[in-house]
């Protein structure tokens, strides 16, 4: 059974940084791309970062880019997502999802497996 669990959310104060774990169960995170999404209320969600199973990175919104950086622990089989520079703006639920092959997408459709989600809130 796959199965994806994250961790590392909290409250934090505007400027300051999270680290987020994605751990995977029931398969190998370096044989599958993993995409880190996020929602906040009202709002649609969306991608944010993912990895793909070569391993190459990549950010979507140009509000994360340069603060937000994805990585991979094979030995561990968890995947990363640290947070820097934190804006009130990107409080949200923090997903990630699995999909098969070496693609990644930031459109939440094209994923198969959710996590349940970690909450993270950054105070102005």
């Known amino acids: 059974q796959l199965q994806l669990v994250e961790s590392g959310g909290g409250l934090v104060q505007h400027g300051g940084s999270l680290r987020l774990s994605c751990a995977a169960s029931?398969?190998?995170?370096?044989?599958?791309?993993i995409g880190w999404f996020r929602q906040a209320p009202g709002k649609e969600r969306e991608g944010v970062s993912c990895?793909?199973?070569?391993?190459?990175?990549?950010n979507y919104p140009d509000s994360v880019k340069g603060r937000f950086t994805i990585s991979r622990d094979n030995a561990k089989n968890t995947v990363y997502l640290q947070m820097n520079s934190l804006r009130p703006e990107d409080t949200a639920v923090y997903y990630c999802?699995?999909?098969?092959?070496?693609?990644?997408?930031?459109?939440?459709?094209?994923?198969?497996?959710w996590g349940q989600g970690t909450q993270v809130t950054v105070s102005s």
């Open positions: 990895i793909l199973s070569s391993g190459f990175g990549t």
């Open positions: 029931g398969f190998t995170v370096n044989d599958y791309s």
């Open positions: 999802a699995l999909r098969s092959g070496d693609y990644c997408s930031p459109n939440r459709f094209h994923y198969g497996t």
